[in-house]
């Protein structure tokens, strides 16, 4: 039934009554005319108890909300003072003859509310209540609340005509409240899409990925009443945090099941680590690309949340846009990565296309000298020392052209190569000097795979002992391959392996080489001019 026929219906009961009365008829309009002033429902709902009760002469007034659930949402009352209501164990929720009202459609007179078979009494501290008149509120077909009018003032009980009027304010109630959640909703619908405009636009302004998220769920927050607000991305069952409200929070990967739809759930159903202060429902958006989920907004609150249509479209909206935020941050960052490649490939060509040839034909004149030429053994010696020089240079800028033409942490972590030089890059990253490091062979392709955990053992424990023990000016790596050895030297110029040092660390790199039948050997010379060299050689085959 439409509005407009509900308010024909009244008014026609009013002319059958015959209230003719133009005092009465004038309260009447005024009270509907007020009831209709204003777009702020919650001043709207104030209003309109406080005209009931004056209209009808009640001694209290009420409006219930209907919630979700079915009980009352939101409870608004006039005639209770403030002393009354501090005794008051709680506001009537919706049962008893209340919850009468929320399930139909026409207006309720009870002479004595104690007598109706639906009565489930007061809460504690309640002031007492006889006479009753209620009447529902209607919106669009659906029972949005109801009126509520008790204690009738200058008579015993409210009349047909107080039952008439009510209805009358009912209706009008209907549309003010409906106008008012429209423009609630429309006002909504604008400040989500605010946060969608000006937060979707950062990326492409240049603002770093964390402000960017970290402010979004600011946002979320003020605009759903939150207590916090979480941004996580990752794999469902181990998501980190890349945003949120509050103080700040350094947590190791969380565990939340996949969701393929926004979810209320308790608190207990997500990791502690997320719930702050007095945090009791949570609410999970997911954030999808094209692969499927991979992250979420996370939304705590105090008590539990409804999310109504527009509220709902706008926190998927918000999640769309962090979902856009993160995948052109990763863009970008592929972006620059390919940048950098595509400059070290160019340095890594000219260094092998101009550096490494010079090398070689300088090396190649060296020992043309010493083929052609008579020279005493000090010169001889020189010169093949030049020549040694100058192929450990070759090799030591062979492996900065790999270097150089690989990304470290990308997906070509799975080489030899590129282990090598990530556990090296790792260890020496708070050291004085710089190991220098050097690949002879293919050692990409006759290595197998079941040799990379010991290989990773002896650059680990030899080139860590070799940088805090050693007190070197000169570390060198080297790994060697061919088709039937591999040979993994760590060597330094420092001050040797003493010797009543105990070799807990080495005797395992010893029973390693023994594993892979291999051996494993040290060459230690205690002084400066001596070093140490680790020497630990493997058959590829077997």
């Not at 702020?40 to 009760?53: F, H, M, Y």
């Not at 249509?309 to 995948?327: K, M, Q, Y």
Request: proline content about 5%; overall charge negative.
């Amino acid at each position: 039934m439409t509005s407009g026929r509900r308010l024909g219906e009244a008014l026609g009961a009013l002319e059958r009554q015959g209230v003719d009365d133009p005092a009465v008829l004038r309260d009447l309009l005024e009270a509907v005319l007020v009831v209709g002033r204003g777009l702020d429902l919650d001043n709207a709902l104030q209003r309109i108890v406080e005209v009931a009760s004056h209209v009808l002469d009640a001694r209290y007034a009420a409006l219930g909300v209907r919630g979700p659930d079915g009980g009352l949402s939101a409870f608004v009352y006039t005639g209770i003072s403030a002393a009354q209501r501090a005794r008051m164990d709680h506001l009537p929720v919706g049962r008893g003859v209340l919850g009468v009202l929320i399930e139909q459609t026409d207006v309720l007179r009870i002479p004595a509310l104690a007598e109706h078979p639906s009565s489930a009494g007061f809460p504690d501290g309640h002031p007492p209540m006889s006479t009753f008149l209620g009447a529902p509120i209607v919106i669009r077909g659906s029972v949005f609340g109801s009126i509520y009018l008790t204690e009738k003032q200058g008579a015993d009980a409210f009349s047909e005509i107080d039952e008439t009027l009510v209805a009358v304010l009912a209706v009008a109630a209907g549309i003010a409240v409906d106008n008012a959640r429209l423009f609630e909703q429309a006002r909504t619908r604008h400040r989500w899409m605010q946060v969608i405009a000006r937060r979707g636009s950062e990326p492409l302004a240049g603002i770093a990925l964390d402000d960017t998220l970290s402010r979004l769920c600011d946002d979320v927050a003020a605009l759903c009443d939150g207590v916090d607000v979480f941004l996580l991305t990752g794999e469902p069952g181990a998501v980190t945090v890349r945003g949120h409200t509050g103080p700040d929070i350094a947590v190791p990967a969380l565990g939340i099941g996949p969701r393929a739809a926004r979810t209320v759930v308790p608190h207990t159903d997500i990791p502690s680590e997320l719930i702050r202060r007095d945090a009791r429902w949570v609410t999970i958006q997911p954030m999808q690309r094209a692969a499927g989920t991979f992250g979420y907004l996370v939304i705590t609150h105090v008590a539990r949340p409804w999310w109504d249509d527009e509220d709902g479209a706008g926190l998927a909206g918000v999640a769309e846009v962090a979902s856009l935020a993160v995948a052109y941050a990763e863009q970008q960052q592929t972006a620059r990565d390919l940048e950098v490649l595509e400059d070290r490939h160019r340095i890594a060509r000219d260094l092998h296309d101009h550096v490494i040839q010079r090398l070689f034909a300088i090396g190649m004149s060296v020992q043309a000298m010493l083929a052609g030429h008579e020279a005493d053994d000090a010169a001889r010696t020189r010169l093949e020392q030049v020549v040694g020089d100058l192929d450990r240079t070759i090799a030591q800028i062979r492996t900065s052209i790999f270097d150089l033409q690989s990304v470290p942490g990308h997906h070509d972590t799975a080489t030899l190569r590129r282990r090598v030089l990530d556990i090296v890059s790792e260890l020496a990253t708070q050291a004085p000097i710089a190991p220098g490091v050097a690949f002879a062979g293919p050692v990409d392709t006759v290595v197998p795979e079941r040799l990379a955990p010991h290989i990773d053992a002896v650059l680990r424990e030899g080139l860590s002992n070799a940088l805090r023990h050693a007190h070197a000016e000169h570390i060198d790596v080297s790994v060697t391959a061919d088709d039937d050895v591999l040979t993994v030297a760590i060597s330094d110029d420092g001050v040797g392996i003493g010797a009543d040092v105990v070799y807990r660390g080495l005797d395992n790199l010893t029973r390693r080489a023994e594993d892979c039948d291999g051996v494993f050997e040290v060459a230690t010379a205690p002084g400066r001019a001596g070093g140490t060299t680790l020497t630990w050689t493997v058959p590829l085959r077997g």
